[in-house]
C-alpha cells in the first residue's frame, strides 16, 4: 500500500444514539492509522438525519471519545464550537455546499428530480420482490418532460433529487483489506442524494465533505462497503479525486451473531459506568479485526501508534469476548500505582463515600490482584472505613456457634496487650495463640477474618489487620464474641 504523504482520517458519527463499541473501534481504527503515519484524526457530526439526530447524542459521541483517551485534531470541542481550518465539522451547518454540488449535478445532466410518493417506491419494492430481482428504483423520472414536472409541482409533489447512475458496466471498489471488489452497475439504483427538505442523504454529504476536508483514507465498517460504488461514481461526476477506502470487519457476539445489546452492553458509556478502565477497552477494541504478527495482546499507546497497520486488518468478521475484556481490564488495573487507580475510580470511591478517606492508598494496594473493574474497589475495600459491617452469610455462619465466639473474646484480649500492631508481631502473636490452645490455624484465622471483615475473602489476613488498625480491629472481636444469635447485616 502506498500512503499519501498527508494522510487525513476522519471518524465521521451520526448523532442518533450513543457511540457503539462498532464506531468506537472505527474511530480508534483512524486515530491509530493517522497517528502511525504523522497524519491528522478528523471527527465530523454527521447530522443530517433530520428525525433522530440529537444534541444529547453529539455530547455523548464527544463524551466517549474522551473517556476512551481518542483525541480528536480537527472538529467540533462543543455543540457551539469547532477547531480547524476546515470548520464547521457540524454537515447541518454545511447545507449551502451541498445545495450548490447539487444545482451543479442537475445542470449537467447528472442528477434529475424524482416526484415518486412513498407509495409508488412500496410498490415497486414488492413488484421487484415478485419477480425476484434486487429491489431497485425504476428510473422512471429519468426523463421527465419540463411540462410534466410543472405538472408535478402544480399539484404539489415535492422533488427528491436522484443522482444518474451509469446502466452498463461495473465500478470497482479497490479496497486496502479486501482488494478490488467489483459492483454490476445494471444491480445499483439512481440513488437520492438530496431530500425533498433540501437537506443531503448521507452518501452525497459525505463525499462532499470528505474532498472538501482532504481526508486521504476513509476507514469505516463493512456495512458501508455496499454504498462505496454509488460514492466513487459521485466522486468521477464531480471531478474529486477519491481517497483510499478500506472497509472493516463486522464485529460479532460469541455466539457468532452480529453484535447486539443481547449479548451485553453495546454503548461505550455504558463500559464506562461499570467500572471498565479506558485504556484496556480501547487495546481490546485495537484487537477486534486487527493484530500483529506475533499476536501481541497488551499494547503500551506508542506501541499501537507504532505497530497499526491496515495490512494486519482482517477479512473475517472478529469476535467480541465479555470475558477476555474483562481479563484485559483486571490486568491494567494491576499494573497501575496506587495513586493512578484510585483516580481512575475516584467516581466509584465517591458514590460509595469512601474518596479521601485517610489510610485509602494504603487498603488499595492490599487488593491489588483482585480488581477486575473501577467498581470494584470501592467493593473490596469498603469494609476498611465503614462503622458497622454488611455481613455476607458464608461470614456469619463461621462466627456464628459458641466456639469461634469464645476464641474471638479471647484473641482480642491478647491482641489488645501487643506492644505493636504491625503485620508480622500480628503473625507471630496469633499463631502463638493457635500452637498454644493446640488449635489448627484454620480454626482460628477464618472466623478472625470473618469477624474483623464480615466476609470470608480479602487481602492477607495480618496486612489486612495492621491496616485496620488496634480499635476497629478489638472492637469488631469483641462485638462479634458478644452478639448472640445471627449479626447485624
Known sequence: MTTPSKVRTRFAPSPTGFLHIGGARTALFNWLFARHHGGVFVLRIEDTDEVRSTHESVDAILDSLRWLGIPWDEGPETLE??????????????????????????????????????????????????????????????????????EFEAAGKKAVLRFRMPDEGTTAVPDLIRGNVQFENALLQDFVIMKASEVPTYNFACVIDDHAMEISHVIRGDEHLSNTPSQL??????????????????????????????????????????????????????????ATSESQELFEEEELFRKFSIEGCQKSPASFDPAKLLWMDGEYLRKLPAPELLAAARPFLEKAGLWGKPGLEQVAALEREKYKLLSDVPKLLDFFFKDSLDW????????????????????????????????????????????????????????????????TEGPSLFEMLAALGREKVIARLRQAAATPGPLAR
Open 233 to 290: 461514481q459521485l466522486y468521477a461526476a464531480l471531478g474529486f479525486e477519491p481517497p483510499a477506502f478500506a472497509h472493516l470487519s463486522m464485529i460479532l457476539g460469541p455466539d457468532g451473531a452480529k453484535l447486539s445489546k443481547r449479548h451485553g452492553a453495546t454503548s461505550v458509556l455504558e463500559y464506562r459506568d461499570q467500572g471498565y478502565y479506558p485504556k484496556a477497552l480501547r487495546n481490546y477494541l485495537a484487537l477486534l479485526g486487527w
Open 392 to 455: 455476607t452469610d458464608k461470614a456469619q455462619k463461621l462466627v456464628a456457634a459458641d466456639g469461634p465466639r469464645a476464641l474471638l473474646g479471647e484473641l482480642a484480649a491478647e491482641l489488645s496487650r501487643l506492644p505493636s500492631f504491625a503485620a508480622k508481631p500480628l503473625e507471630e502473636a496469633i499463631r502463638g495463640f493457635c500452637a498454644a490452645r493446640s488449635l489448627k490455624t484454620s480454626q482460628v484465622f477464618h472466623p478472625l477474618r470473618a469477624a474483623v471483615s464480615g466476609r
Open 81 to 150: 464550537k469547532d477547531r480547524g481550518p476546515y470548520a464547521p465539522y457540524f454537515q447541518m451547518k454545511r447545507i449551502d455546499s451541498y445545495r450548490a454540488f447539487a444545482r451543479k449535478l442537475l445542470q449537467e445532466g447528472r442528477a434529475y428530480p424524482c416526484y415518486c410518493t412513498k407509495e409508488e417506491l412500496d410498490a415497486m419494492r414488492r413488484l421487484a420482490q415478485l419477480e425476484k430481482r434486487p429491489p431497485r428504483y425504476d428510473g422512471r423520472c429519468r426523463d421527465l418532460t419540463d411540462e410534466k414536472r410543472r
